[in-house]
């Protein structure tokens, strides 16, 4: 029988215990799973870095992939801790919005809210649910996979979404969404969203901190070294960034920063 997989996206950071704190609770559990790092480098408390990233993330995994997601900065307070049954996944963790992006879309969605402390380790901390709820939460749902014995069924799930861009006269006003480690910016422009830069002889400049962009080029390589490019990144948003360079440095802005497509 294939062992079951849980993944964990935290925002913890490596230097200290907490992320091994959870694995020795889940595999105390469970010793036969196979536990899997997506990443514990969400920015610190930042749930939209934390919804983008195991958004983008799970889609890849095999079904029945148990996902763990903490990035909580509400932890110990009223917000309820829920597992999320969605396309053929899981996820289990706060409900703050940081699974969003996980289940959108998806079809057959069932979710409920945590509540069966006996599957808690005790006692509960008041600031580490990711090792004293999730974390056992994760394993003995990878043990027995009966979702509804955690808790009440619930509908109203927080969510939030992507802001789209807006567009007024020739103008596309749009924002960066994250910074990835090579510095590379991730807007929220979509194909779709802006076909006329991606027509062939279209006409726009890009403007984006000191950077000025006139082509769309398919990768990395299409650019000198140290210019400002633009590109569909791999998760399907508008990229831009400096070849062999750092765009966040070089173009000095970060996310939020505001990015205008100037068209013709």
Do not use: C
Request: proline share 6%.
């Amino acid at each position: 029988m294939t062992r079951p997989i849980i993944t964990l996206t935290t925002d913890y950071g490596t230097s200290d215990h907490l992320a091994a704190a959870m694995k020795g609770v889940i595999l105390n559990i469970h010793p036969e799973v196979n536990i899997v790092d997506i990443t514990h480098d969400v920015l610190p408390h930042d749930i939209l870095d934390g919804a983008l990233t195991v958004g983008h993330a799970s889609k890849f995994f095999p079904p029945r992939t148990i996902h763990v997601v903490v990035v909580d900065p509400g932890v110990g307070t009223q917000r309820r801790p829920v597992l999320v049954a969605a396309g053929q996944q899981y996820f289990v963790g706060p409900d703050n919005g940081v699974l969003s992006f996980a289940y959108a879309g998806a079809e057959d969605l069932h979710a409920w809210h945590i509540t069966a402390e006996h599957y808690f380790l005790h006692p509960v901390s008041n600031t580490f649910h990711g090792r004293d709820i999730f974390a056992p939460v994760a394993g003995w749902l990878s043990k027995t996979w009966q979702s509804s014995s955690f808790g009440e069924p619930i509908t109203d799930l927080v969510r939030f979404a992507i802001p789209k861009p807006k567009t007024s006269g020739n103008i596309l006003k749009a924002a960066v969404l994250r910074t990835d480690r090579f510095g590379n910016l991730m807007t929220n422009i979509t194909p779709e969203d802006a076909p006329a830069i991606f027509a062939a002889g279209g006409r726009f400049t890009i403007r984006v901190g000191s950077g000025q962009i006139n082509k769309i080029v398919q990768t990395f390589g299409q650019g000198a070294a140290g210019e400002a490019i633009a590109f569909v990144g791999s998760s399907g948003y508008l990229e831009i960034a400096v070849n062999k360079g750092n765009a966040a440095k070089t173009l000095g802005v970060g996310r939020g920063a505001e990015v205008t497509v100037e068209f013709g």
